[in-house]
């Protein structure tokens, strides 16, 4: 009698290390994407705030410059704060070295995948609007949220840009990934302003 039993223990445990293994191959994929697609959202939304900040050091640059030098020196400092979270490059681009720190591996294409505007707002105010072409490189999931983003409406925030030949900012990449596009706008006060704009000294004073 026990070792009838023992026999039918043997055959249960069996049967159930294959439905054990049936679930696991069934269910990883799902896993493993759910996974991916956490760590790629978090990546995104890593570089967002990071292409806002570099809004903000656009507008930043540009209120201590002339008006003529706005564009310039929104420019550069906007590549600076981006080169962080850029990646890909051609044979013709150099990575670029922040003074201080040294080079930034894979940030040769921040000039290409990066665009700045520059407005002067009245007297007082500098606006400064930064477009930067974010690359996803997490497997899977990347492509699906790029399409899911719909590349056709221009009106959405992330438009996804294919990195192949068609003259899109990616086509110079060694290594081809999908694309979202971040565009953030900062727009700062002057704290200060030449004497003819404020109207002192006021008569009678």
């Known amino acids: 009698m026990a070792h009838d039993t023992y026999l039918y223990c043997g055959k249960a445990g069996r049967s159930s290390a294959?439905?054990?293994?049936?679930?696991?191959?069934?269910?990883?994929?799902?896993?493993?994407?759910?996974?991916?697609?956490?760590?790629?959202?978090?990546?995104?939304?890593?570089a967002r705030q990071v292409v806002q900040y570099a809004a903000f050091c656009a507008a930043r640059a540009a209120l201590v410059c002339e008006s003529g030098e706005y564009q310039e020196a929104g420019r550069q400092a906007a590549e600076q704060v981006c080169a962080w979270i850029v990646l890909g490059k051609n044979a013709g681009e150099q990575d670029k070295k922040i003074p201080g720190w040294g080079v930034i591996p894979g940030s040769g294409a921040v000039k290409r995948k990066t665009k700045v505007k520059m407005e002067q707002i009245g007297s007082w105010n500098v606006k400064a609007t930064v477009t930067h072409d974010f690359a996803m490189v997490f497997p899977l999931v990347g492509p699906m949220i790029g399409w899911g983003a719909d590349p056709w409406a221009r009106s959405q925030r992330y438009l996804e840009r294919h990195a192949d030949s068609s003259g899109n900012i990616g086509a110079g990449d060694t290594v081809k990934w999908p694309h979202v596009r971040f565009t953030e706008t900062a727009v700062l006060t002057k704290p200060y302003v030449t004497l003819p704009k404020t109207g002192i000294p006021v008569s009678g004073w």
């Open 18 to 46: 294959g439905s054990v293994m049936l679930e696991f191959v069934l269910a990883f994929p799902v896993i493993l994407t759910l996974i991916l697609a956490c760590m790629q959202f978090a990546h995104m939304w890593t």
